[in-house]
């Protein structure tokens, strides 16, 4: 296959243009001008004319949820309420247009909309659902909102203690639980919801992955859940539905047994490919901010007596990245608050100076309100910053419920991107999908502008830490294929990698950088294969050379 006729932006610094690409069994075999590739074309080969649209290498997401990504697509979708009474409306309509649902569940409601406390009750959806057990997930995944029929359902009364890790929400005057469940006791009630069979999963999954490929997106790194199920990814592999590459992490507990170990092992032996590799690990160490269960230095601004929690034994989340270092695997660490945030930097060191400093691509997840002295850490230790852009859009929540909760001076060092770079450090992109849009699109746009997408505030949000457009690509391309070990085959355009590249519908290099958002993916190209392609958009093909 040859591309021509195109405006590629290949992210490799010796070459950053170009026209055209050759590609021979699913990997570039050249580079350059439409005229240096005409020699590479054949009686056999395919010609893709790009007509002048900008290209890509494959994006990658850098922090995914598959497994209940794929669910939340057939789900209450709440991202969009603003209001309780839109709250209420989008259940309602969702619950009339589902009559056979056994369960109703959806996830996406902000804090911001339910007042001071920033916690909704389940009368809410009582009035409008009093049939059937309703579990809405908030936006985050740290905290969940049951009905009455729920929680019956859970067998939650005012007598149940809360859970390790997790907090049944009350109401101080009766003692009832209120419906909300923080952390770990929302497993209360997810674990008696009825489960899928093994073919819907598959099924459901298979959707998501064909989703992920019209984004543009060519890899995805799990931060966790999926790797538990490898075995069906690798199913859908075998029927030859897999259009995106998997690098997946599995969650681990601080100690780590020797039976997770002996997981990990076999995992990382059996699936370790271009295709699959399920070779990392990941620590949920903390919480989030806006439920107060991010691990702070200092109490919260609002909720003096309250520091937010770790969820393992600081010293034994040391022993454990120890170990997990000294045997090689790839570790990630969820951290939000600054005490988080030092305490796997502090355990990243420890362990390179005691193993003497492999290259496992370390990796912290988040990092929302980091300590300014801790910043520049990330530069000198090499540890990669895992970043969501959209997790720091300036709406109500983050500037009222985020930043209320930390309070200005700290808030002051929120999300960092320009910061970490300018110390040093590296940075990969991603979403954090099922807990925002899966789009990486609306991500580019706000590492450019810190605004809304009504562009709000008018100077951005914490300005100083907005990046350029090379910078914002970089992350989602380089920065996720060294984050997944890949750089060698993936994340740039250039001769000997895998042939992964998107074709879009605008140069970003032209538009302003409020329009990013709306940009469409034409094709994707995965290993030479075209696996998907815009109804509305044809590629021309170029009769073969004789």
């Known amino acids: 296959m ?153 067998g939650i009364t005012r007598t149940t203690p809360n859970p390790p890790g997790g907090i049944i929400v009350r109401n101080p005057a009766t003692g009832e639980p209120t419906g909300v469940l923080k952390e770990a006791a929302g497993t209360l009630v997810s674990k008696v919801i009825p489960k899928p069979t093994r073919e819907e999963e598959r099924d459901r999954l298979t959707r998501a992955i064909h989703y992920a490929s019209s984004l543009g997106l060519t890899r995805v790194i799990s931060a966790g859940g999926d790797a538990e199920r490898v075995d069906l990814f690798d199913e859908i592999r075998q029927r030859g539905d897999l259009t995106v590459r998997f690098t997946m992490a599995r969650f681990v507990s601080a100690p780590v047994s020797q039976e997770t170990v002996a997981i990990l092992e076999q995992n990382r032996k059996k699936y370790g490919d271009d295709w699959i590799d ?58 939000i608050g600054d005490r988080t945030i030092r305490l796997a930097l502090d355990a990243y060191e420890a362990a390179n100076k005691a193993n003497g400093g492999a290259d496992w691509r370390d990796r912290i997840e988040h990092i929302e309100a980091p300590s300014a002295e801790d910043i520049p850490r990330f530069g000198k230790l090499h540890v990669i910053a895992g970043m969501q852009p959209l997790h720091a859009t300036p709406d109500r929540n983050t ?51 810190r605004k809304t997408p009504e562009g709000t505030p008018a100077g951005g949000w914490l300005p100083s830490e907005r990046l350029t457009l090379d910078q914002a690509i970089q992350g989602y391309t380089m920065g996720g294929a060294i984050a997944a070990r890949r750089e ?34 034409l094709m994707t190209v995965v290993g030479g294969k075209i696996v998907y392609q815009d109804a509305s958009w044809k590629a021309e093909s170029s009769a073969p050379a004789k």
């Open 278 to 335: 399920a070779s990392q690990v990941k620590f949920l160490l903390d919480g989030v901010i806006e439920a107060h269960t991010a691990a702070m230095l200092e109490p919260y601004e609002n909720d003096p007596k309250n520091k937010g929690q770790l969820y393992f034994d600081a010293e034994k989340y040391k022993e454990s990245v120890l170990l997990l270092d000294r045997l090689g695997f790839p570790i990630t660490t969820h951290a």
């Open 2 to 154: 040859v591309l021509v006729h195109a405006g590629i932006y290949t992210v490799n610094p010796g070459e950053p243009r170009a026209q055209a690409m050759a590609v021979r069994a699913g990997k570039i075999v050249a580079v350059g001008s439409d005229e240096a590739i005409a020699a590479y074309r054949g009686p056999s080969t395919a010609v893709i004319d790009a007509k002048g649209n900008m290209v890509l290498p494959g994006l990658i997401d850098a922090h995914v949820h598959f497994m209940a990504g794929s669910a939340f697509l057939e789900q209450i979708s709440l991202n969009e309420v603003k209001t309780v009474g839109e709250f209420q409306k989008t259940i309602k309509d969702y619950a009339a247009a589902h009559p056979d649902s056994s369960w109703i569940q959806g996830m996406g409601w902000v804090y911001n909309i339910f007042g001071k406390s920033g916690l909704p009750d389940k009368k809410l959806i009582d009035e409008v659902v009093p049939d059937r057990p309703v579990y809405l997930a908030a936006y985050d995944g740290h905290t969940s909102l049951a009905n009455s029929k729920a929680l019956k359902a859970a």
């Open 399 to 449: 500037l009222e419920n985020w930043a209320g909760s930390i309070g200005p001076r700290r808030a002051q060092h929120g999300f960092p991107w320009h910061s970490i770079l300018a110390g040093g450090g590296l940075l990969s992109f991603g979403s954090d999908w099922c807990v925002v849009t899966l789009n990486p699109w609306p991500g580019l746009q706000i590492l450019l502008t």
């Open 488 to 521: 060698k085959t993936e994340g740039s355009i250039e001769t000997g990698k895998l042939a992964d590249a998107v074709i879009i519908s605008q140069d970003l290099f032209k538009i302003e950088p409020n329009q990013i958002g709306k940009t469409r993916v």
